[in-house]
Each structure stands twice: as structure tokens, then as C-alpha cells.
């Protein structure tokens, strides 16, 4: 991959743009599901999604004189398909092909503020702000023509290729008439949109445009990136976050071929080499060392168990009092999690290059704009003078190590002004420094009255913060290690109704008399911050889980009990469509070996619903889990690209079941110590479930909703009560391991 050192042009003699407006920044407003720094303050609060933020309509897109559009958009394409669903949105709205579109993103100097790419935000706000913008702009065309045709706007139509036309036949092309056009003006909130019967684009299964470089080879990673005069870099460091190098060879190290220098700034160190086995090796040598535990010891004896010991601030959650009810059955019951690595395929890997006052990083950050003021933050430099272009590496669905190893190629690079420093972390790196998805405790209590009823639902959840991604200096794990020395970064707990720890723990079904707590901790055994669906996973498993359990307890059929508790539509139509695609009326019958599960939630109680049924068989002997069969349906609103759907939640699906069954961070009281894929293990291809069916409901002209973390939690739980039904046993504690499985067993 070559890339170009200067800003290429954005504007062409008689294209429809006059400038960027990009607004100020104060936050405002709970962007990328209240992770990092949030968004722009709203300026428009009539406005959808994030054209609130940003109104201007020049912000957003641009028509070239040939016709062509460009679209801006502050989200980032981290392997969710969202570039190809943008495009689809904007090819729609505008009424173009899709092929005449290119689509911006993520850049600090070209595109909106739309603060983070998570939470599942965006289709949510990103591709309904473009929807918007681009309804707009045609509008406007379409007036342009009405005026040079001097006839009633009504009366006019588009083409779907880039012309307005007359009932009399005459036409004219987006080119010409953006000519005589500036959108140096603001959206306003009822431009007409496309009808959805007449729609072109919008819920076709385009393909995605992202996908023929990965196929092929061809460049379409960061770590690809390749520069003139670029040099190759490795940190020098313990071997997992909290630890540091006693006597790190630095001397010898220096005196290796092909090193250009050593990096040191207070305890950070790095070595920096004309080619990257060199520098490889020279941070081999350099790391031959004993370290040192910077931190305290690590909680080996009691676990995830260790977060109900530390202080904690209580939040409630829910506190709903509907008179006293008789109860028949209570279950009481503890449910858990581990600490979690994303377990990107790819190492974390940044290119900086710091020339003339102006810091460049290419990043495979969340969070360009955090990242631009974070690090500005951290080198001493103004924000303006950093930019920060998004590439796309592997992806990770939160804050693994790429926004700690682009503030490290920062440093480097301030230290060697003129030369690209490409900067990638090592296998054991990402795994031993990147943050960790939180473990997590919850207690759950409740009772069901003689009519199979719930009567009361008593909830508790133990978590730290998912929420620590940098948006100050302090954030990053080297602004504890550079000689000037930054704060860490407060924790904080994101607020209902997104939430973090107590993501989901607020029932969407209808239940009485509900106490629901959060337990912050605001104290960090182990570093953490954002992992796909953050609180949602456990919340929903351990929600869910429950319910089969309750079920059980009134002698109710597991989706009969769900549905009598339902008041949404949306969900009931979900749970529905899940339980006939599966055939849940003429499942077989937990056997003792052969069993059948379901579960259900709406991500964050504003996402996309999504029910999940599975058939699973367990060989008693061993504790293995072979999973046959999954069903589920989604609704996410009005599809952008029904097969990108499927994407989304069949990878959910798949990740749900590596967290359930295999994955869990190790450590002893010193260090982590699952340092690869074998002390580490993830879900392998000969693991997945044999067969995978999603039924994605169309919904025309809905919202979007947001559909990347909605699979996590009702997989999890789907899974345990499936097991449960097979086997008779009922696992609580996360993973799901054949070893303990077998041992609950006890045969």
C-alpha cells in the first residue's frame, strides 16, 4: 500500500462543495454508545443522528462536476461492512449508483466528529445522518432544475443515475446543476426521503466492497502500509501490562544491524531498525531481562470473585415497587465471567511520521478524534497539529492495543523527525499490554406465583469501568512510562441508557417489583476497558439463563414463559420467527446428551432485537460440546444490506461461543499468562456449529438499528440452557470448559 504525504485537493472547478464545517467540539451527548469522549455538542437538536452535530451539509458530501459524489462520514470500517453500507445508504438517498460514490472516512482533517465507531451507532446515527444529508442535497438539485425549468418541484423526479428529469422528458445531471449550487448550508429536518417500495439500493445484498483486497492479497491493511525512507520499530517492555524490565540490554541492543536508534523516554523504550526483522531481534536482545511487578499482585485466589471484595459505588439501576405478590418458587443464583482478550488476529500495528510541525498517524483506532486530542496531549503539540487517518487492520470490536501502540509510534516518531516509523506489537504484546474485556459478577433472586408468573426480580452486578479508552494523554498505558508522566485517566461508569456494566441489566420483559443494582468498582485488578457488547454479554446470560431456570421451576415451556412476559411487539415477532425457523415446537428432547436451548434480548433496550435457538450435543464422557444447529432473527430496522446483517450476527454467533466455551485470560500474581494461541485458545473452524440460519426481518423506511454487538448475550445464554436441557447440569461461571462441564456431570 502506497499513500500519498500531502492532503490531496478536496475541491474541483464547479464541484458542489465550498468547505468543510466542522464544528467545535464540547461534549454533549453519549456518541458511540458513551465510550471515549463523546461527540460535538449538538447544534441541532431537530436534526437525526449525527447531523445534529454537525449540520452543515458540505461536511458531508460533495457532487463533482462529472456527477460523482463523495461522501465524509467520522465512522470507520473495522471489518463490520459499515463502508458498503454507507455507500448504500448515500447511493439511495442521493439516487445514484453506488459505484459513483466514494466514501470518506474517519479522517481528523476530512471528515465529521462523530466521536467513536461503537456501541452500534453507526447505522444508528452515521448512516442516518448521511440518509438525511443526501435527501437534502437532492432536494436541492432537484430545485435547481425546477427553477432553469421554471416548473413546480413536484412535477420533477431523479433517474437512480445521476439526473433529474421533467414529465416532458428533458433532463439535466447532478454535475451541471451542483455547478450553479454551494451546500455551504445547514440540513433541515424534513427533506423528503426515497419511498421505500420504489427504493434501489437500500436492503439489497451489494457486495462488499472491502472484501477483494483481503481475498486477494492486495493492501488492505495498516500493517500493509508501506512509506518512503520507513522504518521498522519494537517496544521494549515486561511481559504484561504492570511489570517493567529490570535491566533491559539497551547497550547491546543498540549495536545491532541494521539499528538505526534507541528510543528512550523515562522507562519507555523502543528500537528502531531499517528493516523489521532487525528490529525484532534487536528488541530480543534488549529484553533479556528479569522485570519487576509495578502493580499490585494479581487476584489468583479468589478470581473474578476478587471485584465483590473491592470498594464499590452503587448505582440503581431499577427500583420498581408493584405491591406485594405470593411467591411459589425462588431461585437464587450467581453468574460470571472471566477477563477477556479480543484476541485480534493481528497484532496492533500504527505508521506516524512527524515533518515540518505536523504529526501524521495512520491508526486502527475507534476513535480518530480522541486519539488526535489524546496524543496531542501527550507529544506537546496543539490537536490541529495532529492528524489521524483511520486504516483498517484486524478487527477487535473495542479497545485493544491499537490506540496504545499509535501513541507509542507517536513518541518515536517525535523523537526522528522526517522518517515514517512503523510501529507493530508482538504476538505476546497484544496479548500481555492490550486492555482486557472486564470480568464480571452478577446475583440474580426471583420468584414466580402460582400462575407462572414472575412476582419479584432482585438483580446485582459487580464491574469495573467499560469505558476507559483514551481521551486524555493519561489514557494510554506509555503515559505511565514517558519522563514527563501523566495522571492515569479517572474511570468512570457510562450512564443508563446505554450503560456499561449495567448494560442490559434493566429487563425489557414485563416484571414486577425489580431492584436492580449496579455495583461500580471503580478499581482495576487487571487493565480493561470496552469489549463488543461490553456489559450486555454477561447481563443478558445471566438474565436470560434465569428465566430458563424459572421455567423449569413452573413447569413452562422456555419460549411460552419469555412470551408471557413480553409487551414489545418487535421482540415478540423476533422470538417468534427464531422459534420457527429453528422448529422449537418439535425440538428433540433433552436426553441427557442432546438438548436444545433459546434466549433473547434488544441490545441495550434501543438496538436491534435478536432471538437465538440452538441444538447442541454433549459428550458425557468428555464434556465436549458439539453445537449442530443455530437459528436466529434479527430485526435491525430497515436492512442497509441484508447478507452484511447476517455477517454481523453470525460472527456475534461465533465469538459468543469462543467466550462461552474456550476463552479466558490466565494469570499468575505477577503477569498474564496467556501469551498466545495455545495458552489462550479461541473457537476453532472445527468447532463451529454445523449449520448457521438467520432470518433477517425486513422492516421498510425503519430506523436503522444497530446490529454488531446484538448476537453476544442471547448466544452465551442460548448455549448454557441448551446444555442445561441436555445434560440436566446448569453452568453459571463463564467458560462453559468440557473440564467443567464433565466435572458437573460427575461421570
Same mark, same amino acid.
Given at each position: 500500500?502506497?499513500?500519498?504525504?500531502? !492532503?490531496?485537493?478536496?475541491?474541483?472547478?464547479?464541484?458542489?462543495?465550498?468547505?468543510?464545517?466542522?464544528?467545535?467540539?464540547?461534549?454533549?451527548?453519549?456518541?458511540?454508545?458513551?465510550? #471515549?469522549? $463523546?461527540?460535538?455538542?449538538?447544534?441541532?437538536?431537530?436534526?437525526?443522528?449525527?447531523?445534529?452535530?454537525?449540520?452543515?451539509?458540505?461536511?458531508?458530501?460533495?457532487?463533482?462536476?462529472?456527477?460523482?459524489?463523495?461522501?465524509?462520514?467520522?465512522?470507520?470500517?473495522?471489518?463490520?461492512?459499515?463502508?458498503?453500507?454507507?455507500?448504500?445508504?448515500?447511493?439511495?438517498?442521493?439516487?445514484?449508483?453506488?459505484?459513483?460514490?466514494?466514501?470518506?472516512?474517519?479522517?481528523?482533517?476530512?471528515?465529521?466528529?462523530? #466521536?467513536?465507531?461503537?456501541?452500534?451507532?453507526?447505522?444508528?446515527?452515521?448512516?442516518?445522518?448521511?440518509?438525511?444529508?443526501?435527501?437534502?442535497?437532492?432536494?436541492?438539485?432537484?430545485?435547481?432544475?425546477?427553477?432553469?425549468?421554471?416548473?413546480?418541484?413536484?412535477?420533477?423526479?431523479?433517474?437512480?443515475?445521476?439526473?433529474?428529469?421533467?414529465?416532458?422528458?428533458?433532463?439535466?445531471?447532478?454535475?451541471?446543476?451542483?455547478?450553479?449550487?454551494?451546500?455551504?448550508?445547514?440540513?433541515?429536518?424534513?427533506?423528503?426521503?426515497?419511498?421505500?417500495?420504489?427504493? !434501489?439500493?437500500?436492503?439489497?445484498?451489494?457486495?462488499?466492497?472491502?472484501?477483494?483486497?483481503?481475498?486477494?492479497?492486495?493492501?488492505?491493511?495498516?500493517?500493509?502500509?508501506?512509506?518512503?525512507?520507513?522504518?521498522?520499530?519494537?517496544?521494549?517492555?515486561?511481559?504484561?501490562?504492570?511489570?517493567?524490565?529490570?535491566?533491559?540490554?539497551?547497550?547491546?541492543?543498540?549495536?545491532?544491524?541494521?539499528?538505526?536508534?534507541?528510543?528512550?523516554?523515562? /522507562?519507555?523504550?523502543?528500537?528502531?531498525?531499517?528493516?523489521?526483522?532487525?528490529?525484532?531481534?534487536?528488541?530480543?536482545?534488549?529484553?533479556?531481562?528479569?522485570?519487576?511487578?509495578?502493580?499490585?499482585?494479581?487476584?489468583?485466589?479468589?478470581?473474578?470473585?476478587?471485584?465483590?471484595?473491592?470498594?464499590?459505588?452503587?448505582?440503581?439501576?431499577?427500583?420498581?415497587?408493584?405491591?406485594?405478590?405470593?411467591?411459589?418458587?425462588?431461585?437464587?443464583?450467581?453468574?460470571?465471567?472471566?477477563?477477556?482478550?479480543?484476541?485480534?488476529?493481528?497484532?496492533?500495528?500504527?505508521?506516524?511520521?512527524?515533518?515540518?510541525?505536523?504529526?501524521?498517524?495512520?491508526?486502527?483506532?475507534? *476513535?480518530?478524534?480522541?486519539?488526535?486530542?489524546?496524543?496531542?496531549?501527550?507529544? *506537546?503539540?496543539?490537536?490541529?497539529?495532529?492528524?489521524?487517518?483511520?486504516?483498517?487492520?484486524?478487527?477487535?470490536? %473495542?479497545?485493544?492495543? /491499537?490506540?496504545?501502540?499509535?501513541?507509542?509510534?507517536?513518541?518515536?516518531?517525535?523523537?526522528?523527525?522526517?522518517?515514517?516509523?512503523?510501529?507493530?506489537?508482538?504476538?505476546?504484546?497484544?496479548? *500481555?499490554?492490550?486492555?482486557?474485556?472486564?470480568?464480571?459478577?452478577?446475583?440474580?433472586?426471583?420468584?414466580?406465583?402460582?400462575?407462572?408468573?414472575?412476582?419479584?426480580?432482585?438483580?446485582?452486578?459487580?464491574?469495573?469501568?467499560?469505558?476507559?479508552?483514551?481521551?486524555?494523554?493519561?489514557?494510554?498505558?506509555?503515559?505511565?512510562?514517558?519522563?514527563? %508522566?501523566?495522571?492515569?485517566?479517572?474511570?468512570?461508569?457510562?450512564?443508563?441508557?446505554?450503560?456499561?456494566?449495567?448494560?442490559?441489566?434493566?429487563?425489557?420483559?414485563?416484571?414486577?417489583?425489580?431492584?436492580?443494582?449496579?455495583?461500580?468498582?471503580?478499581?482495576?485488578?487487571?487493565?480493561?476497558?470496552?469489549?463488543?457488547?461490553?456489559?450486555?454479554?454477561?447481563?443478558?446470560?445471566?438474565?436470560?439463563?434465569?428465566?430458563?431456570?424459572?421455567?423449569?421451576?413452573?413447569?413452562?415451556?422456555?419460549?411460552?414463559?419469555?412470551?408471557?412476559?413480553?409487551?414489545?411487539?418487535?421482540?415478540?415477532?423476533?422470538?417468534?420467527?427464531?422459534?420457527?425457523?429453528? $422448529?422449537?415446537?418439535? !425440538?428433540?428432547?433433552?436426553?441427557?446428551?442432546? #438438548?436444545?436451548?433459546?434466549?433473547?434480548?434488544?441490545?441495550?433496550?434501543?438496538?436491534?432485537?435478536?432471538?437465538?435457538?440452538?441444538?447442541?450435543?454433549?459428550?458425557?464422557?468428555?464434556?465436549?460440546?458439539?453445537?449442530?444447529?443455530?437459528? /436466529?432473527?434479527?430485526?435491525?430496522?430497515?436492512?442497509?444490506?441484508?447478507?452484511?446483517?447476517?455477517?454481523?450476527?453470525?460472527?456475534?454467533?461465533?465469538?459468543?461461543?469462543?467466550?462461552?466455551?474456550?476463552?479466558?485470560?490466565?494469570?499468575?500474581?505477577?503477569?498474564?499468562?496467556?501469551?498466545?494461541?495455545?495458552?489462550?485458545?479461541?473457537?476453532?473452524?472445527?468447532?463451529?456449529?454445523?449449520?448457521?440460519?438467520?432470518?433477517?426481518?425486513?422492516?421498510?423506511?425503519?430506523?436503522?438499528?444497530?446490529? *454488531?454487538?446484538?448476537?453476544?448475550?442471547?448466544?452465551?445464554?442460548?448455549?448454557?440452557?441448551?446444555?442445561?436441557?441436555?445434560? $440436566?447440569?446448569?453452568?453459571?461461571?463463564?467458560?462453559?470448559?468440557?473440564?467443567?462441564?464433565?466435572?458437573?456431570?460427575?461421570?
Amino acid at each position: 500500500m502506497n499513500a500519498k504525504l500531502h !492532503r490531496r485537493e478536496l475541491l474541483a472547478a464547479g464541484g458542489l462543495l465550498v468547505a468543510f464545517s466542522l464544528g467545535g467540539r464540547a461534549v454533549a451527548q453519549l456518541a458511540g454508545g458513551g465510550e #471515549g469522549g $463523546g461527540a460535538p455538542k449538538v447544534k441541532r437538536p431537530d436534526l437525526p443522528g449525527s447531523l445534529k452535530n454537525t449540520p452543515a451539509l458540505d461536511a458531508w458530501i460533495r457532487i463533482a462536476p462529472d456527477g460523482t459524489a463523495t461522501i465524509f462520514s467520522g465512522k470507520a470500517e473495522l471489518g463490520q461492512g459499515i463502508r458498503t453500507a454507507l455507500l448504500q445508504v448515500a447511493a439511495e438517498e442521493l439516487d445514484l449508483p453506488a459505484g459513483a460514490i466514494t466514501l470518506i472516512t474517519a479522517d481528523t482533517a476530512r471528515t465529521p466528529d462523530e #466521536g467513536l465507531t461503537a456501541g452500534s451507532h453507526s447505522m444508528q446515527d452515521g448512516g442516518t445522518a448521511i440518509a438525511s444529508a443526501a435527501a437534502n442535497v437532492r432536494m436541492l438539485l432537484t430545485r435547481a432544475a425546477a427553477s432553469e425549468w421554471k416548473v413546480a418541484t413536484d412535477t420533477l423526479s431523479t433517474t437512480g443515475d445521476g439526473h433529474v428529469v421533467a414529465p416532458d422528458g428533458r433532463r439535466l445531471g447532478y454535475g451541471p446543476l451542483a455547478a450553479a449550487l454551494s451546500l455551504h448550508v445547514e440540513a433541515v429536518a424534513d427533506a423528503p426521503r426515497r419511498n421505500p417500495a420504489e427504493y !434501489r439500493t437500500l436492503g439489497r445484498s451489494l457486495p462488499r466492497v472491502d472484501i477483494p483486497a483481503k481475498l486477494t492479497g492486495g493492501a488492505a491493511y495498516l500493517q500493509d502500509l508501506r512509506l518512503p525512507g520507513m522504518l521498522h520499530a519494537r517496544v521494549v517492555r515486561g511481559p504484561s501490562y504492570g511489570t517493567r524490565l529490570a535491566a533491559p540490554q539497551l547497550a547491546a541492543a543498540a549495536k545491532m544491524p541494521g539499528v538505526v536508534k534507541v528510543v528512550r523516554d523515562g /522507562a519507555f523504550v523502543a528500537v528502531v531498525a531499517q528493516k523489521e526483522w532487525q528490529a525484532i531481534e534487536a528488541m530480543r536482545v534488549a529484553q533479556a531481562s528479569d522485570y519487576l511487578r509495578t502493580r499490585p499482585p494479581l487476584p489468583v485466589a479468589d478470581g473474578v470473585h476478587h471485584l465483590q471484595a473491592l470498594p464499590s459505588r452503587e448505582i440503581i439501576v431499577l427500583d420498581t415497587h408493584d405491591g406485594d405478590r405470593p411467591a411459589t418458587h425462588t431461585v437464587r443464583a450467581q453468574y460470571s465471567r472471566p477477563w477477556y482478550s479480543h484476541g485480534s488476529i493481528g497484532p496492533s500495528c500504527a505508521v506516524a511520521l512527524f515533518r515540518d510541525g505536523t504529526l501524521t498517524l495512520w491508526s486502527h483506532s475507534q *476513535g480518530v478524534f480522541d486519539m488526535q486530542r489524546a496524543t496531542a496531549e501527550l507529544v *506537546g503539540l496543539p490537536p490541529e497539529k495532529v492528524r489521524v487517518i483511520h486504516t483498517a487492520s484486524a478487527g477487535c470490536y %473495542g479497545q485493544n492495543g /491499537a490506540d496504545d501502540v499509535t501513541a507509542e509510534a507517536a513518541s518515536i516518531a517525535m523523537a526522528m523527525p522526517g522518517r515514517p516509523i512503523r510501529l507493530q506489537w508482538m504476538r505476546e504484546q497484544e496479548f *500481555g499490554w492490550e486492555p482486557l474485556g472486564c470480568a464480571m459478577v452478577t446475583e440474580v433472586e426471583a420468584s414466580i406465583g402460582p400462575d407462572k408468573r414472575i412476582s419479584s426480580w432482585d438483580y446485582g452486578v459487580w464491574s469495573n469501568s467499560h469505558n476507559n479508552r483514551p481521551v486524555k494523554a493519561g489514557g494510554y498505558a506509555v503515559a505511565q512510562e514517558v519522563a514527563r %508522566g501523566f495522571p492515569m485517566q479517572e474511570a468512570k461508569p457510562i450512564p443508563m441508557p446505554e450503560g456499561d456494566g449495567d448494560r442490559n441489566a434493566n429487563p425489557l420483559y414485563d416484571f414486577p417489583n425489580m431492584n436492580v443494582r449496579y455495583h461500580f468498582v471503580p478499581e482495576m485488578p487487571l487493565r480493561v476497558s470496552a469489549l463488543r457488547s461490553l456489559g450486555a454479554h454477561l447481563n443478558i446470560f445471566s438474565l436470560e439463563s434465569m428465566l430458563d431456570e424459572l421455567a423449569l421451576a413452573g413447569g413452562v415451556d422456555p419460549l411460552a414463559f419469555r412470551l408471557a412476559h413480553m409487551c414489545d411487539a418487535r421482540a415478540r415477532d423476533v422470538m417468534l420467527a427464531a422459534a420457527r425457523r429453528f $422448529g422449537w415446537e418439535r !425440538r428433540p428432547n433433552g436426553d441427557g446428551r442432546r #438438548g436444545c436451548g433459546m434466549a433473547f434480548a434488544r441490545y441495550k433496550n434501543q438496538g436491534a432485537f435478536c432471538a437465538i435457538a440452538m441444538e447442541i450435543e454433549v459428550e458425557r464422557e468428555t464434556g465436549e460440546i458439539t453445537i449442530h444447529r443455530v437459528a /436466529a432473527a434479527v430485526d435491525a430496522g430497515q436492512p442497509a444490506n441484508p447478507d452484511g446483517i447476517r455477517n454481523q450476527v453470525e460472527g456475534g454467533i461465533l465469538q459468543s461461543l469462543s467466550w462461552a466455551i474456550h476463552e479466558e485470560m490466565t494469570f499468575d500474581e505477577s503477569k498474564r499468562t496467556g501469551f498466545d494461541w495455545g495458552s489462550y485458545p479461541i473457537l476453532r473452524f472445527d468447532q463451529a456449529p454445523g449449520s448457521i440460519e438467520i432470518e433477517v426481518m425486513d422492516r421498510p423506511g425503519m430506523p436503522f438499528l444497530g446490529a *454488531g454487538e446484538t448476537a453476544q448475550g442471547p448466544t452465551s445464554a442460548a448455549l448454557a440452557n441448551a446444555i442445561a436441557d441436555a445434560t $440436566g447440569v446448569r453452568l453459571r461461571a463463564m467458560p462453559l470448559t468440557p473440564v467443567r462441564l464433565k466435572a458437573a456431570i460427575g461421570v
